[in-house]
């Protein structure tokens, strides 16, 4: 009776993958209400044991950068401060419990049916996105993507009137497409920790991402990707069995490289261009950044975002943006030179990993700690339990799934 309950529980991960942008109600103007809101609470189906110590750690860790942030930050908005701060409060909590728990171990008998879960989540968005590209293409429009933007946390009206000017990205059902393509590689990452070959879920999560449009999406792929090949490939062993297996597996990786290379210089080409969308995520904000490394008075206190934002007059489109829309560049507007400092000793662990790594990449462990630090460019919303959940979950299928490795 135990095991049956254990894996009813497991199959939630997958299904909220479909609920995840989905919206239950509203917290005043600024705070939707989705099922991951509840992430803490659903963490608890799955706890074995749970270890105080780190989870202390954590805490306090979040307690001495919340703090740090006050005492420091520069207050625009006053009124957003309290909304903003529980915001990563909550995002300390969910990091530090999935850190600390040990997970009820999912027992290989139950893998296929976890797994069918995750198909049954590709087919499903990757099938609206079609439908939505089809529509775009045919009549320069998406009455399937206005339908299910009423449903969704955030307004996708932007990415509406893109379409209306010639552009072509999808968001099946989700706010935005980079939030879109950061799903996908968030699943995708689940199915790899399982140590199966998944070749029809690989090219169908590769086609979504295709169709979203996200310049990050498709290039975080294709690192991936390389990655796997490198592991497998780059040591002695390997190179004398499995040669002519690496040579055509290259060849092909590269001729599909030719055919995305014109869509990818025109992205780069787009990181020169003030008001796209790459420039305003990328270029735009390293003024701000540069101001918030070398001046006392360029940190910001959580909830004055918007207006120090504006305050540069960089422009998203049309209209001087509000917004950073990009994690890192966030955390160090927020925390200054502990933002650096952190991000830098996590990438030289990750380094050490990366190295240690080849001819031993089991179950795509290096891919799954730099999906942290790389998913930060796809989006600002870093303190959303809706991000929060798409990093998290491939860690909670690790553990679950009793890697030695897990952490």
Not at 297 to 314: C, N, P
Request: charged content about 10%.
């Amino acid at each position: 009776m135990s095991r049956s309950i254990r894996i009813c529980s497991y199959l939630l991960l997958p299904l909220i993958y479909l609920l995840v942008n989905v919206k239950i109600a509203q917290l005043g103007e600024s705070f939707p209400i989705t099922i991951v809101t509840f992430l803490p609470l659903l963490l608890l189906l799955y706890v074995d044991l749970i270890n105080l110590k780190k989870l202390m750690i954590a805490l306090g860790a979040g307690a001495g950068l919340t703090l740090f942030n006050y005492l420091f930050g520069q207050s625009y908005d006053a009124s957003k401060y309290v909304t903003s701060t529980m915001l990563f409060v909550y995002i300390v909590i969910i990091v530090g419990m999935v850190w600390s728990i040990r997970f009820k171990v999912i027992s290989p008998h139950n893998h296929r049916k976890i797994l069918r879960g995750f198909y049954m989540v590709i087919g499903v968005i990757v099938m609206l996105a079609a439908v939505e590209m089809l529509q775009i293409i045919v009549s320069g429009g998406s009455s399937l993507m206005e339908t299910i933007s009423k449903y969704l946390i955030y307004s996708n009206s932007y990415v509406l009137n893109f379409i209306k000017f010639g552009g072509k990205r999808t968001t099946a059902l989700y706010f935005e497409p980079a939030f879109f393509a950061l799903a996908l590689i968030s699943i995708w990452l689940c199915i790899k920790q399982f140590g199966i070959k998944t070749p029809k879920a690989d090219a169908m999560i590769l086609a979504g991402i295709i169709l979203s449009g996200s310049f990050s999406g498709v290039m975080t792929f294709i690192l991936f990707y390389l990655l796997e090949w490198a592991f497998q490939y780059l040591n002695k062993d390997a190179i004398k069995k499995k040669l002519p297996l690496a040579i055509i597996s290259l060849a092909v990786f590269l001729v599909g490289l030719v055919f995305a290379f014109p869509y990818i210089s025109e992205r780069l080409g787009d990181l020169g261009t003030e008001g796209s969308s790459s420039y305003y995520r990328i270029i735009g904000p390293l003024v701000m950044v540069g101001y918030s490394l070398t001046n006392i008075d360029g940190i910001v206190r959580f909830g004055s975002l918007y207006e120090y934002v504006a305050s540069f007059g960089i422009f998203n489109g049309a209209d001087v943006g509000k917004t950073i829309d990009n994690g890192l560049y966030l955390l160090i507007i927020y925390f200054s030179w502990f933002a650096v400092i952190l991000t830098a000793w996590y990438m030289i662990n990750v380094g050490k990993m990366t190295i240690n790594a080849f001819g031993n990449n089991r179950n795509f462990r290096v891919q799954l700690f730099l999906f942290t630090p790389i998913s930060l460019f796809f989006t600002g919303s870093i303190f959303s339990p809706e991000y929060a959940f798409l990093i998290v979950c491939p860690f909670i299928l690790r553990k679950a799934l009793n890697m030695a490795d897990s952490g």
